[in-house]
């Protein structure tokens, strides 16, 4: 049985703060490693879809690393502010067409 | 505006009475798919569909029902509801539904079964 753990399952920071957290999956097989941003009462969104292991990916203050090797990737948010708010999701594909979900980090900053 | 629109957004119904959940994207997407979130586990996908007329299962679709008969349009069928079947659901796309794609999602389907 395929997992995708996310870690921690959620967080506390103060505005300003810098904080990351971490997807870890299957190190065989690997085919795609998707970030997803779901803010409460939303649809989530996209942030990145990340192939190449070594891969970096930013997005204005969020950015993202891959190790497909040692199965894991990070997402860096930098500065954090309270638009930030939100469960960040990670999703694994191993091919097929198939994406297997963390069950989220749930981010949040206080003023 | 590119979207994928779930309907309803909210659903209470009882034991048995059956049920559709709709779900239409208007970004000419080939692949479809449904999930369904519960509290501290990861989306799980139930049914997915590469085109018109393709449809294949997902990790959880017992007591699920999909049709794919137009491309913009997937409904999700619950043809005797469970209260094991209260959950939040979302549909998503993609364009052909690769391993590379990000998926677009609808808002959500929040159903509970009494």
């Known amino acids: 049985i395929l997992n995708v753990e996310q870690s921690p399952q959620s967080l506390h920071v103060q505005e300003g703060d810098s904080t990351n957290f971490t997807c870890s999956f299957p190190s065989s097989n690997f085919y795609a490693l998707h970030w997803y941003r779901w803010e409460t009462a939303k649809s989530p969104e996209a942030l990145f879809v990340m192939t190449l292991n070594g891969d970096e990916k ?9 190790n497909t090797k040692e199965g894991y990737s990070y997402l860096y948010i930098k500065g954090s502010q309270p638009e930030d708010s939100a469960t960040y999701l990670c999703a694994f594909s191993g091919g097929y067409n198939k994406l297997i979900f963390g069950a989220g980090t749930r981010l949040a900053v206080h003023p | 505006e590119a979207q994928v629109t779930q309907n309803p957004r909210y659903l209470i119904t009882v034991t048995g009475k059956k049920l559709t959940v709709t779900c239409s994207q208007n970004m000419n997407h080939e692949y479809m798919s449904w999930y369904r979130q519960d509290p501290g586990l990861g989306l799980r996908q139930i049914y997915y569909s590469m085109n ?7 990790d959880v679709p017992e007591g699920y029902k999909v049709s794919r008969k ?6 999700l069928i619950l043809e005797s509801p469970s209260p094991n079947q209260t959950s939040l659901y979302f549909c998503a796309s993609s364009p052909r539904g690769g391993d590379h794609e990000k998926l677009f999602f609808g808002s959500g389907t929040q159903l509970s079964v009494l």
Do not use: M, Q, W, Y
């Open chain 2, 70 to 75: 137009e491309k913009r349009n997937f409904p």
């Open chain 2, 52 to 58: 018109v007329e393709v449809t294949d299962k997902g």
């Open chain 1, 58 to 66: 930013k997005k204005g203050r969020i950015s993202a690393t891959l």
